[in-house]
């Protein structure tokens, strides 16, 4: 066994937590603020263009303290070089993890199956950065002879998730090509994405790493044939490209060998956009710019490497985590990013962390008794507190939150960005402190409604005491987003290795993947 098989919940400091939980389960984040006026310094990190504020939470430093020992005793530490020096740590399926060699500034050689991966990582970039230079600049052309227009990524999950996200969330960077996304195996999605392009102008990237993905296959038949409606068949090679670790299978769909991009099997899909699944990335917004996002991920690496556990980002941000989901019991964390451009960070995140942490098996093969990965859910604010934010104030559940805000705006419309930025503090410090029955009763009164104070009283009382952690970004630029992504896939690993489970399989998806293929057949017959 490569990685230890600790059950976190026999370890001292999980028992230590435990009583710690039932002494401070009760207290107040308003207390925890009177005690301790420096508590947002005391309880917040600078790095680079990152502020992370995580006081909001109920936690003490003695809370702190033993969930690093939680992350000792659990050899994380260990755990983190195995990762990165590419030990088969992904044991079910046989592989080594190594997304972070993918954005390595300065890469040792890293051997698997004697051969140096930085040296194919970097043959693969160059011929990323070629190939997106003449789409961009017009001098690679399709069967008319006329530039590309408009770029159609043909993929699903890790091959669809990512590279949407990221040029949804750059597209102030991107340059004159169109992005279209095609991943749901519903006709009318792909419809409806190719109805009006033409196919003189538009190229198709294929994106599987295993190439034989149901929905991809049939997408990009589909598209194939309405291509082939207009095109003649030696067309094909100029429009259709594709990502994959199946040279066969691609080149049996008609790509030609130079227009495959590599995949490999130490890139799980959904940590593969900084690999060549990221190639609309590199299209949409040019290969400088993407890399400038690995070269973020990687400065994040390089933190969560070297950082001493109690001030590393990714590690107290999993800790508390771990300390809401199996000491408080919270079932699912709501991801807020204060930016539109960032509306689809927390459906990427869905996959990224539901798929890796949604195990409920020990790296033992043994039934897991005490709770794993969360649910995962959210969307842009302000837009969530005008949806759902009325069940995180005043629900019974308790739901941890992540703000994620950036101090400028790239517009530089600042009455904008200050009430955008106004409605961002307000709601941590609504969640944290909320309205109490002598705030509101003063209110009311205030507000001349002195007959129906005690009938509307309990109703206009916030309790507070929700936890939430601030992560504020200078702006939103490709390298900080690549630093912000590269945090989260962290957070994942971390929350696996304390967990004693495999984040990197997901057999979880097999099961409805194979009746589906059967209740299919079935109903040819
Ligand atoms: O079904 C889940 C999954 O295997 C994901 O993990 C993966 O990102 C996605 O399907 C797509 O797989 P592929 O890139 O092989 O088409």
Redesign the pocket.
Known sequence: MILKNINPTTTNAWKELSIHFEEIKEIHLRDLLNENPNRKEDFSIEFKDFHIDYSKNRITKKTIDLLVSLADQTELKNAISQQFSGEIINETENRAVLHTALRNINPQPIYIDGKDITEVIQNSQNKMEKFCEEVISGQRKGYTGKPFTDIVNI???????GPNMVVDALKFYKNHLNLHFVSNVDGDHVQETIKNLNPETTLFVI???????Q??LTNANTIREWFLNSAYKEAIPKHFVAV?TNLKSVQEFGIEKENIFP?WNWV???F?LWSS?GLSISLAIGFKNFKELLNGASEMDEHFKTTPFEKNIPVLLSLISIWHNNFFNCETEVILPYSQYLNLFPTYLQ?AIM?SNGKSVDRNGDKIKYQTGGVIWGSAGTNSQHAYMQLVHQGTKLIPADFIGFKESLYGNNEHHEKLMANFYAQSEALAFGKSKEEVHLDLKFNGALKTIERLLPFKVFEGNKPSNTILINALTPRNLGSLIALYEHKIFVQGIIWNIFSYD?FG??LG?ELAHKIFLKGKK
């Open positions: 993929g699903i999950g890790g091959s669809d998730l994106v599987s790493k295993t190439f034989t993905t929905e991809t994959s995949m799980g899909g959904r593969s699944v996959q798929e997901q998806v097999e993947k």
